[in-house]
């Protein structure tokens, strides 16, 4: 894994030199987009719209609009806006895991220890363990401010990012019902959650809309067509419900045995 990070993590007085890594990767297929008429690729080109020339890496910088004019602004101006936050993980606060609600959520990096750091970062990860708690940190990557979370995955510290709380949306928006259910069907709903609770795998699940998308890729690419398929899920009607939960229930139980 090829570093995108390096810097420390800061508890107190403790400092943990560290390199982050990314702990996720899209599996999604690499498709690129095509001229209908004879397949060739399209390509995006960087260009100046008041000379229409095409503008090379090295020559792009990024500007701040204000009034008709732009600032522009250089690789050093954001390490300067903050540079401790630049080079610092910096452990605000600790949490209890319960409390982190997982809207927050957003990618998890792993954290490696550097040159002189194994003691204090496996001080730092047997505290997180034992206490079951998560360290609030922020820093700054890629010009942003990010909050996040440190925590214990596998004996590896992982930073996960979380949002800032003006970057969550209100549901209050959000045109929610207020129909009535009885106790009843609230008590058996209740009772399937119960039937199909489990201890979480991450193993159960996999990914199998690529596969499925590679076997037709294969299929066209042989010649042959593409089978159609067809899906539609239907609402269950408010007067169904209690039939429906009875048929999952009893579903579930003939597959237990």
């Known amino acids: 894994m090829r570093s995108i990070w390096n810097g420390s993590i800061q508890f107190g007085l403790v400092s943990i030199p ?7 990767e899209d599996r999604k297929l690499e498709l690129d987009m095509l001229d209908r008429h004879d397949n060739s690729r399209i390509r995006y080109k960087r260009v100046n ?7 090379e890496w090295k020559d792009i910088v990024k500007g701040f609009k204000q009034g008709e004019k732009y ?8 390490d300067n806006a903050n540079m401790k936050k630049s080079k610092t993980i910096d452990i605000e606060e600790f949490i209890e895991e319960k409390e982190v609600a997982d809207v927050l959520f957003k990618k998890p990096y792993f954290l490696e220890p550097q040159k002189e750091g194994g003691k ?41 990012v ?13 045109k929610l019902p207020d129909t009535k259910v009885t106790k009843k069907e609230v008590d058996m709903a209740i009772s399937l959650i119960d039937q199909y609770t489990t201890k979480f795998s991450f193993e159960k699940f996999k990914d199998v809309y690529n596969d499925q998308l590679m076997k037709i890729i294969k299929s066209k690419s042989a010649g042959k067509k ?22 999952s229930l009893e579903k579930k139980k ?4």
């Open 18 to 24: 560290v390199k982050m890594y990314s702990g996720s």
């Open 49 to 55: 719209e008041e000379t229409g020339k095409e503008v």
């Open 71 to 78: 600032v522009v602004l250089e690789k050093e101006d954001f």
């Open 120 to 160: 204090s970062y496996n001080l730092l990860r047997n505290a997180l363990k034992k206490t079951k708690k998560l360290g609030v940190a922020t820093f700054v990557m890629r010009q942003k401010e990010h909050l996040s979370l440190v925590g214990i995955y596998k004996d590896a510290l992982v930073l996960h």
């Open 162 to 174: 979380v949002r800032f709380a003006d970057e969550i949306r209100d549901p209050g928006e959000l």
């Open 226 to 247: 593409a089978k159609a398929s067809n899906y539609e899920s239907k609402p269950t009607a408010a007067s169904d419900l209690m039939a429906q939960l009875k048929a």
């Open 254 to 257: 003939s597959k237990a045995s």
